[in-house]
């Protein structure tokens, strides 16, 4: 069964320093996703990406952050320097169609937990 | 503003039982509800979807329930299994773009 798969499984870094994060959604999927979840928080909406170009960000997505989908199968996120408060797990996520829509299931990536020291 | 709320508290039950755990919502009635599960350190997967016009939605020993006077949507586990010990978390969409989910409600199944 396809699914999504995230790299790396785990990432420390520095205070300050870049971080990228990498997803293959689901070949066939339109729509891409960024989620985090805190340890023991709520899973929370970042960014979602179609159509090379974000639709929508939450008010976490600062300019700190940037997403990309460099080529037809891998889709990244970008921290610019990172924070403390930063550090949390990060899924990837992809759907067939929009969260409004009737091809709406969103499929999640392992994650990755980034500490950041 | 859109929110889900889930029992935060974790349910233990024993082996064979029902699980029944509960979401509530805020606001208008979303198109559909989404059920996930989450193992600690995992990323959440997906279970069930039921729709707004849809009372119930079986898959296997999963039951779903929509009840749009009550703001509510049961998750059962029949004949459950220490195996079905995880985190469910339960979703909305938030607009066209996201999902909105709740804390979650740990279920630990007792031999």
């Known amino acids: 069964e396809p699914e999504v798969t995230q790299t790396p499984s785990h990432q420390v870094t520095q205070m300050g320093q870049e971080v990228i994060l990498r997803c293959v959604p689901i070949?066939?999927?339109?729509?891409f996703y960024w989620y985090r979840q805190i340890l023991g928080q709520k899973v929370e909406f970042l960014v979602s990406f179609y159509n090379n170009e974000i639709s929508e960000k939450s008010e976490i997505f600062d300019d700190q952050f940037s997403v990309e989908r460099p080529d037809g199968s891998n889709f990244t996120l970008k921290i610019r320097s990172t924070k403390l408060e930063d550090s949390a797990m990060y899924f990837c996520a992809s759907s067939l169609g929009l969260a409004g829509g009737p091809l709406e299931t969103q499929y999640f990536g392992p994650g990755t937990r980034l500490l950041v020291l | 503003s859109q929110k889900i709320e889930q029992n935060s508290e974790a349910l233990n039950i024993q082996e064979g039982k029902t699980a029944t755990l509960t979401c509530n919502y805020t606001?208008?009635?979303?198109?559909?509800l989404q059920w996930y599960r989450q193992d600690p350190g995992r990323g959440p997967v997906f279970l069930l979807l039921i729709r707004e016009n849809e009372k119930e939605k079986r898959k296997e020993r999963l039951k779903v329930t929509f009840d749009t006077t009550l703001k509510q949507s049961l998750f059962h586990i029949t004949a459950s299994q220490p195996a079905d010990s995880a985190t469910y978390l339960c979703a909305r969409p938030g607009g066209y773009n996201k999902l909105i989910f709740g804390a979650g409600t740990r279920l630990a199944v007792h031999p």
């Open positions: 606001n208008y009635s979303p198109a559909y």
């Open positions: 070949s066939n999927h339109l729509y």
